[in-house]
Structures are given as structure tokens and as C-alpha cells.
């Protein structure tokens, strides 16, 4: 089966975030779509399936640890190598990716050498605000003091795929790394999977594996529900383009892109876009 790898929210290779789109010839059991997205020891791996019907792709993400039912960086990686691979006549094409029992859009614009990809990550659900007398324990597993958490910013649970403890920090964005033996359990007493820390003068952010604590480098679906985030609160305008940035301490940053459409009440819905660069191409040998 054949391989692509690709730099995502990236202009260039050796930049963003690795992916690795993977194109199974048949069903494949789980053990084995783990074991080869820790042979490529990407923090994530995204498998395509044949299209079913027109350009609608059924799609598995895997990372070192489990399978996820949704996330960015890979739906909007491999929206640029479909796009390289089936549309490369055309400037524009558009996709649906099949993933954790929704359908997600993707839109794909070719640009000098590199694809501009854009994701529809749909409704921002919002789980409430989280209890500040938490904002202690929360620091203390963050390895932060109490005055690193910026106390006129909420903490809440924001999701449009996975659920995200969004942490707003006035500063300690250097020193923060979890410390916290089981921080899955931990992160699940408010209802969250992953954390998002963020700069709020700057908004650059941080987030890490639960197990591992492998730190991403940019992550999309962490910055599509920060970005409604900053809308519901005053902190952004709905329909601007809200620019996060990630990655600078593992040496690869990252600008992610995303607008936040308010479509009426308090529905706000989020799309986000980033760069696409090619790096390599390949097909797995294995027989087993």
C-alpha cells in the first residue's frame, strides 16, 4: 500500500506538523494500523479507504497510543494529497473525509509548490466554564503556580470533535509540562480528553499525549474550539481570521488558521485552514 508524508500547517518541508497518509489496499486489523503508526512515529497517522461514493473518502486516525475519532492535522494533510493525487489538473477540489461517524468537508487551492486546505470542524459545544476554585489542582498538574493561570479568562471544556480543557495562562507558557501520574484520569473529572494551554497575549499554545506527554506540535482540533472560545467571550470578532500559533518548543512552529461563524443564537461554528507541504512518497513492504 502506498504512503505519503506531508508537513502540515507548514509553507515549506522541515516545518509544521509530520503526517503520514496512509492508503490500505484492504481492511486491516487494528493491531496492525497501531503498530504501523508507531513505525512511522508520526504524532499521528491517517488511513484512506476506497471512495464509496464520489469524493467522499472513509478514514481512520491512529496515534502512538489509540485511535481517534476525529482531529486536524491529518484531515487537513490528507486533504492535500487526495487533492495531489486525484485532482491535479485542477486549481481547487473538494472532499468529505468519513471519520468517527461524521462526514468533515474539506476544500483543497493549490499554491506555488505547497496545497492551502481548509476543514469544516462544524458546531463548537461548550461544556461550561470550570469552577476556578480548580485552577489550583489544574496549575499544580501543568507544573505552574496559581498566578501562571490568567484568573480574568475562563477555564472551560470547548469541543468540536474531542473536548479540550482550555487553560488560559498571563505567563509560564515555557515552564508548563504535565506533571500528573495519571492525567487522563485527572483531565476526565471536567470532562475533557486533552489540554490546550494558551498564551492569552499571544495565543500561542501547548498540548501534550496523556501517556506519553509527547508534545504536539500543531493541533487542529485544540485550535478550532480556542477559536470559539475567543468568540464567545469577547475575546476575537466572529467571521475574522484568527491566527494560533504552536510548536516553537519542539522546534517546529506552526501558524494554524481559523474563523468561527456565529449562525445564529449561540451556535458558532469553526473552520480552519492551514498550509500543506509535500515531503515524500513510498509503499509498505510487509507481508504481515
Excluded at 9 to 14: D, I, V, Y
Excluded at 62 to 86: C, Q, S, W
Aim: charged share 20%; glycine share 8%.
Amino acid at each position: 500500500m502506498n504512503y505519503y508524508h506531508v508537513d502540515v500547517f507548514a509553507t515549506a518541508p522541515f516545518a509544521g506538523n509530520g503526517l503520514t497518509v496512509v492508503f490500505p489496499d484492504a481492511d486491516l486489523p487494528d493491531a496492525t494500523l497501531l503498530a504501523i503508526t508507531r513505525e512511522f512515529k508520526q504524532f499521528e497517522t491517517i488511513f484512506l479507504y476506497p471512495c464509496p461514493e464520489k469524493n467522499v473518502y472513509p478514514a481512520r486516525i491512529f496515534t502512538v497510543d489509540e485511535e481517534l475519532p476525529f482531529a486536524g492535522h491529518p484531515v487537513i494533510g490528507a486533504g492535500a494529497v487526495l487533492h495531489r493525487l486525484f485532482h491535479a489538473e485542477t486549481e481547487s477540489a473538494s472532499f468529505e473525509l468519513a471519520i468517527g461517524g461524521r462526514r468533515v468537508p474539506v476544500r483543497s487551492r493549490r499554491e506555488s509548490g505547497r496545497y492551502r486546505v481548509t476543514m469544516d470542524q462544524g458546531e463548537a459545544s461548550f461544556r461550561g466554564p470550570v469552577d476556578p476554585a480548580a485552577a489550583a489542582a489544574i496549575a499544580s498538574a501543568l507544573s505552574l503556580e496559581d498566578r501562571d493561570i490568567n484568573a480574568d479568562w475562563p477555564i472551560e471544556v470547548v469541543s468540536t470533535g474531542l473536548r479540550y480543557l482550555l487553560v488560559p495562562l498571563r505567563s509560564g507558557l515555557d515552564r508548563c509540562r504535565i506533571r500528573h501520574d495519571d492525567f487522563e484520569s485527572f483531565l476526565g473529572e471536567y470532562d475533557a480528553q486533552f489540554v490546550y494551554v494558551f498564551d492569552t497575549a499571544t495565543l500561542e499554545c501547548r498540548t501534550w499525549g496523556n501517556v506519553d506527554h509527547a508534545e504536539d506540535v500543531a493541533t487542529g482540533s485544540a485550535a478550532g474550539p480556542l477559536a470559539a472560545y475567543l468568540v464567545k467571550h469577547g475575546k476575537a470578532r466572529a467571521d475574522e481570521t484568527i491566527a494560533v500559533r504552536q510548536g516553537r518548543f519542539v522546534k517546529r512552529p506552526s501558524v494554524i488558521q481559523a474563523c468561527v461563524t456565529a449562525t445564529g443564537g449561540d451556535t458558532l461554528t469553526v473552520s480552519i485552514a492551514g498550509d500543506v507541504a509535500p515531503f515524500a512518497s513510498g509503499s509498505l513492504t510487509f507481508t504481515g
